[in-house]
T-cell receptor, first 111, second 115 residues
Framework: GENVEQHPSTLSVQEGDSAVIKCTYSDSASNYFPWYKQELGKGPQLIID?????GEKKDQRIAVTLNKTAKHFSLHITETQPEDSAVYFCAASKPSGKLSFGAGTTVTVRA | EAGVAQSPRYKIIEKRQSVAFWCNPISGHATLYWYQQILGQGPKLLIQ????????DSQLPKDRFSAERLKGVDSTLKIQPAKLEDSAVYLC?????????????FGAGSRLTVL
């Protein structure tokens, strides 16, 4: 099955700085790569996703890049704010297949 | 639109007891998922339904876990008997179920503590 690895496990950044989280996947047939944000006591919430037919996608302060050859994708958060503090999960799946999640990155934004 | 509803939010039981969790997906979503999230880990798929049929239950511990979605809408996940290692948050998610549309919406989860 698909194996998704995520780094780092924890990330502390100063407010206003950028945060980068990286993930690798094992199955070259995977074509859908979402990122979820999970706040304490809540379920994961989709923040951005990318499909394998594009290399980069941006939505305001967040962006995701995908390198299919190397089988890795990254989340970039710019101008971080305290409300960005949460656990972030990457995931990967094949068409109509199940999502396999990374272990998560706890992001702390210091004021 | 209303989100994915789950209940109960919290449950504490002793080992060997049974427990059931309920999920009501987003209206019109054909696909329903149950994930197990152990503290400090990412969600792990237990079972996936397409309407009222099982698509994938390869990771479901069938000796103690069962799930059903009888009318293709609500779903129930049951654990009997519970073990200490079943302590986790059980997340329900749903999606439209169309090809190349596996965008999942999660509920808030049901936190289970087994003593």
């Amino acid at each position: 099955g698909e194996n998704v690895e995520q780094h780092p496990s924890t990330l502390s950044v100063q407010e206003g700085d950028s945060a980068v989280i990286k993930c690798t996947y094992s199955d070259s047939a995977s074509n859908y790569f979402p990122w979820y944000k999970q706040e304490l006591g809540k379920g994961p919430q989709l923040i951005i996703d990318i499909r394998s037919n594009v290399g980069e996608k941006k939505d305001q302060r967040i962006a995701v890049t995908l390198n299919k050859t190397a089988k890795h994708f990254s989340l970039h958060i710019t101008e971080t704010q305290p409300e960005d503090s949460a656990v972030y999960f990457c995931a990967a799946s094949k068409p109509s297949g199940k999502l396999s999640f990374g272990a998560g990155t706890t992001v702390t934004v210091r004021a | 639109e209303a989100g994915v509803a789950q209940s109960p939010r919290y449950k504490i039981i002793e080992k060997r007891q049974s427990v059931a969790f309920w999920c009501n997906p987003i209206s019109g979503h054909a696909t329903l998922y149950w994930y197990q999230q152990i503290l400090g880990q990412g969600p792990k798929l237990l079972i996936q339904f397409q309407n009222n049929g099982v698509v994938d239950d390869s990771q479901l511990p069938k000796d103690r876990f069962s799930a059903e979605r009888l009318k293709g809408v609500d779903s129930t996940l049951k654990i009997q008997p519970a073990k200490l290692e079943d302590s986790a948050v059980y997340l329900c998610a749903s999606s439209l179920g169309q090809v190349n549309s596996n965008v999942l919406t999660f509920g808030a989860g049901s936190r289970l503590t087994v003593l």
